[in-house]
């Protein structure tokens, strides 16, 4: 018993601090949602629940010596974001110059939040892998049960984050403008997690 409490302790801890970036994409999902109504909220939980099954899968498989992805790749990640930011933003300049606004949402569907998801966490199979090598299958469950509730609290935490009315009216005025910069910004911070500027200087 002591020892599946010490697991889920550990896995609060190795969840949160390998999440916490996390919450700023969700919250941008949130107001894209809240702005525009894409992607739905229900989308945004699925997809955050798919994005994370596929990330502990990877890990599992790494930690049983299968690497499916290897480390110097994962910067690759990083082009999904700031693509879809940097496309959104012409969007954005082109609609204006034709006198239109444009819709804030940047990732639409499910497919789209569980590519952000796992793009944002790639980095994050790194931790996970060498956990999962270590433990037992009952310290894997306990686990995967604290990641499951995490996400749960990470949704709320996202959608709660841009509740306020106030917040919202503004996103519904700017969103086409300070999403897709945002999204811009999770590239680079994913290109930075993964040591690419690092690298190249």
């Given at each position: 018993m002591d020892a599946l409490l010490a697991a889920a302790g550990a896995s609060v801890v190795l969840f949160a601090g390998t999440n916490i970036d996390d919450i700023v994409v969700l919250a941008v999902l949130s107001a894209s949602s809240r702005a525009d109504g894409q992607p739905r909220r229900w989308q945004i939980w699925a997809g955050q629940y798919a994005?994370?099954?596929?990330?502990?899968?990877?890990?599992?498989?790494?930690?049983?010596?299968?690497?499916?992805v290897p480390g110097h790749w994962i910067w690759l990640l990083g082009l999904l974001p700031l693509g879809l930011g940097i496309a959104k933003l012409i969007t954005a300049v082109r609609?204006?110059?034709?006198?239109?606004?444009?819709?804030?949402?940047?990732?639409r569907g499910l497919p789209g939040v569980t590519a952000i998801t796992i793009a944002n966490g790639g980095d994050?199979?790194?931790?996970?892998t060498p956990v999962f090598a270590t433990i037992d299958v009952s310290a894997a469950i306990v686990t995967v049960a604290v990641f499951?509730?995490?996400?749960?609290?990470?949704?709320?935490?996202?959608?709660?984050?841009?509740?306020?009315?106030?917040?919202?009216?503004?996103?519904?005025?700017?969103?086409?403008?300070?999403?897709?910069?945002?999204?811009?910004?999770?590239?680079?911070?994913?290109?930075?997690k993964a040591g690419v500027f690092t690298r190249a200087f």
């Open positions: 994005g994370i099954t596929v990330l502990v899968l990877v890990s599992v498989a790494a930690g049983k010596g299968l690497t499916l609609d204006r110059r034709h006198g239109e606004q444009a819709d804030a949402a940047v990732a994050n199979i790194a931790a996970y499951a509730a995490g996400v749960a609290v990470w949704c709320l935490a996202g959608w709660w984050l841009v509740s306020h009315h106030h917040l919202t009216g503004a996103l519904r005025r700017w969103g086409h403008w300070v999403i897709p910069v945002v999204y811009m910004l999770i590239g680079l911070y994913i290109f930075a």
